[in-house]
Structure formats: C-alpha cells, structure tokens
C-alpha cells in the first residue's frame, strides 16, 4: 500500500466527453503528479502540482488540466475525449516535487478509462 | 519520446535463476530510478541510484549506472514466483518529471 488513493478505478466513456479523475495523496504529501499509460508502453508525464500551483506540463494538449486542492489531493481533467485517450492514468504523490530531490515518489493503483 | 529504453522487451526464466535487464538513455542525467509493476496496477518504486553513484543493493536487488555509457542494470538475484512484473527505468534530467521507457517484462517459472 503506497497511501495514494485513484478513483475511479476503472471507467468507460464516449468520444467527445469530458472526464474527471481524482487522486489523494500520501499524508504530508505536497507534489502530485499525473501519468498516462498506454497498453504496452511505459508512462507519459502529463503535469505536476506543488503546492497548488502547475509546477510543469509534458507534451499534452490543453484539453489536459488539473487541479491541486489545499489538502493536497488532485484532479486531473480530460475535455473533448479522444478515443487515443484510453489509458491507465497514474497518479504519482511525493514531498517537494520528488524527482530530481530524490524523495521516493509513490504510485495509486491508477484509473482505466476506456474511450469508445 | 522516451529518455530510456530498455532491454530486453521480455524475459522467462526459471524460479532460482538471475534476472538482468537494461537500460541506456540519451541524456545526461541527476538520477536513475527503477520501478516494478504488476499487470495493470500502480508502479512500485524499488531503487534510485545517484548519476555520481556507480552500484547500489537492495535486498536481491543490485543496480549499476554506468554514466560514460549512459547505460545502467538491474540484477534480481534468486528469482521468486512473485518477481514476475514488468520493471521500467525512469531517468530523472534538471527537473520534476520522471521519464520512463517501454519496460521489460520478466515472468519467473515455477
């Protein structure tokens, strides 16, 4: 058990919806960041919050977004859904936005979305 | 596009036996992290080793890095049952995101 919490876990939806993904992070916890996995391939950034604020994006349209809220725990947003979307999203918490400090960064169990 | 790659795509062998896989990358780096997913489940973290570190253990876990060669290896020592999963490596560059590759899947044989 990491104490990142994803919901939905699984969850089927439309071409052209929109769809919302939570996550709550780790106790004392400050940086959550957001993964897309595509079946076969490993995980693709698509943005991270520190303390509420965008701390950095990776090569995903706007129709991406999130949230961080005070408690720390996360949002991410998909507008306009592709059906090239369909994915397992991760949700990634650490302290002090983990990567390059060294702080372990911990994984939830992800959520599937399914576009049709 | 993917920092790192690694090799090989897929591996079998027997419970007991070694398991080695690698990992090169591109750029130079701050850190190398390995990670360990079971099928369709979050990540794992197992061992982030330094750029300026050349070997790290962890249980039955042994990672090299080997910078000249931006390359680095992940060594399961007395395979179990429980090993089988996929391992990706994630390089970490002068920022916040981790940068996986497509990952080696291991199966271990009873």
């Known amino acids: 058990e990491t104490g990142v919490t994803q919901s939905p876990t699984h969850l089927i939806k439309t071409r052209g919806q929109q769809v919302t993904l939570r996550c709550s992070s780790q106790?004392?916890?400050?940086?959550v960041s957001w993964y897309q996995q595509a079946l076969g391939q490993g995980p693709q950034f698509i943005f991270q919050?520190?303390?509420?604020?965008?701390?950095g994006r990776g090569n995903f349209p706007p129709r991406f977004s999130g949230l961080q809220f005070p408690n720390y725990s996360s949002e991410l947003n998909v507008n306009a859904l592709e059906l090239d979307d369909s994915a397992l999203y991760l949700c990634a918490s650490s302290f002090e936005t983990g990567a390059l400090s060294g702080n372990t960064i911990y994984f939830g169990e992800g959520s599937w979305l399914t576009v049709v | 596009s993917q920092q790192g790659e690694e090799d090989p795509q897929a591996l079998s062998i027997q419970e007991g036996e070694n398991a080695t896989m690698n990992c090169s990358y591109k750029?130079?780096?701050?850190?190398l992290q390995w990670y360990r997913q079971n099928s369709g489940r979050g990540l794992v973290h197992l061992i982030l080793i330094r750029s300026n570190e050349r070997e790290k253990h962890s249980g039955r876990l042994r990672v090299t890095l080997d910078t000249s060669k931006k390359s680095s290896s992940l060594l399961i020592t007395a395979s179990r049952a429980a090993d089988t999963a996929s391992y990706f490596c994630?390089?970490?560059?002068?920022?916040?995101?981790?940068?996986f590759g497509a990952g080696t899947t291991v199966t271990v044989r009873a």
């Open positions: 750029t130079s780096i701050n850190n």
């Open positions: 106790s004392g916890h400050n940086t």
């Open positions: 919050y520190y303390r509420e604020e965008e701390n």
């Open positions: 994630a390089t970490v560059l002068n920022d916040y995101k981790l940068s």
